[in-house]
């Protein structure tokens, strides 16, 4: 028996998130700060490369290891999953995008920095919902996900904490939209 690499685009995310929270625990202390947290509304500086970096990058950094393994131990369950049905690139791109989007609107419409993968944890698990549907239906599972988890988001998001709720639900929209066009790898 051996060991595989199963999974490159979430094993590699897992793992340079890890490094970069170990890295900004030793070494580095100001390193999540300065390249993976997204500033909010009114911190946005444009002529500083590392603003525009963090549109994407705020979703390898995380506050402490509770929030990273939370963020992951839904990623590194759902994420290969994923990677197998739809492929290791188009997922790749997925993780991209989600995280542009929602570093892009935290910086247009909300005042605090927006740090971690939650956004891209949801996108997962909505993107899941999609993993085994026809092509013209709309999976049942789809519509109990959004009730459930993105329901949760949006009561939440109304209660006084420090979770970006807003986030997870855009997280979850893009992982609605690439459910429902993203087309499944060829095996072979």
């Known amino acids: 028996m051996r060991i595989k690499y199963n999974a490159p685009t979430i094993l590699t995310f897992t793992f340079i998130s890890a490094l970069v929270l170990i890295l900004s625990n030793t070494l580095l202390p100001s390193l999540t700060e300065l390249w993976f947290m997204v500033p909010g509304k009114g ?12 549109l994407v990058s705020h979703v390898i950094g995380h506050a402490n290891w509770t929030h990273l393994m939370a963020n992951f131990s839904l990623i590194l369950l759902i994420g290969p999953i994923l990677e197998d049905h739809y492929g290791s690139w188009p997922l790749f791109s997925m993780i ?7 570093g892009t609107l935290n910086v247009l419409f909300f005042p605090h920095a927006l740090l971690g993968a939650s956004g891209v944890a949801f996108m997962m698990i909505l993107l899941a919902s999609f993993t085994n ?3 013209g239906d709309i999976p049942l599972t789809f519509i109990l996900i959004v009730i459930l988890y993105l329901g949760r988001e949006v009561f ?9 709720e807003f986030a997870h639900i855009i997280g979850g929209f893009c992982g ?4 429902f066009f993203k087309t499944v790898k060829k095996n072979g």
Do not use: D, H, Q, Y
């Open 43 to 54: 911190g946005f500086v444009p002529s500083r490369i590392r603003n525009w970096v963090t």
């Open 176 to 179: 609605s939209i690439f459910g």
């Open 133 to 135: 549907f026809e092509k």
């Open 96 to 102: 991209l995008l989600t995280a542009l989007v929602t």
């Open 156 to 164: 939440n998001a109304f209660t006084a904490n420090t979770i970006s």
